[in-house]
């Protein structure tokens, strides 16, 4: 399971996911909107910078949340160059601010965003307090002891 950040021929950042779950998904930079399939379901879309280091090294922390959600939300990750080009399908972004860029979003609409980097911990927590009445529970475990 890995990520790899790359280029195309014309410099436009991009994103390719290897062996990871169906529910993390690689976006497009630079779109004009935002996309149909975010518009259903509980979403976490976090906006790197593809040239930095530390917004790079943040897209495993995202991966790894997603993954201990085991599919309950679906994972966006969206390299940019610019923060400028966030606005086409968030209007509300802060160009100014430093990412890596969070957004929460249920049925299409924001409930919750933030810019900066988060431990892990933070980011589970922070996806939580907005998200836990919108993603369902696990699954009760099955025992398999006879108790």
């Known amino acids: ?16 996911l ?6 993390c998904h690689a976006l497009a930079a630079n779109v004009p909107a935002l996309e149909a399939e975010l518009a259903r379901g509980v979403w976490l879309v976090m906006a790197f910078a593809a040239w930095s280091g530390p917004d790079v090294d943040a897209v495993g922390d995202a991966i790894g949340l997603a993954r201990r959600y085991g599919g309950r939300l679906s994972l966006g990750l969206r390299p940019y160059d610019d923060a ?11 160009p100014d601010a430093s990412g890596p860029f969070w957004v929460l979003l249920r049925d299409g609409e924001v409930r919750r965003h933030t810019a ?3 431990a892990a ?5 922070w996806v939580r307090a907005e998200a836990l009445q919108a993603i369902p529970p696990h699954p009760p475990e099955t025992r398999h002891d006879g108790a």
């Open 116 to 118: 900066h980097r988060l």
């Open 1 to 16: 399971m890995s990520y790899r950040v790359r280029r195309d021929p014309r410099g436009v950042p991009g994103l390719t």
């Open 84 to 94: 400028a080009e966030l606005n086409a399908w968030w209007p509300d972004a802060d």
């Open 121 to 125: 911990d933070q980011l589970d927590e």
């Open 18 to 23: 290897h062996d990871e779950p169906a529910y």
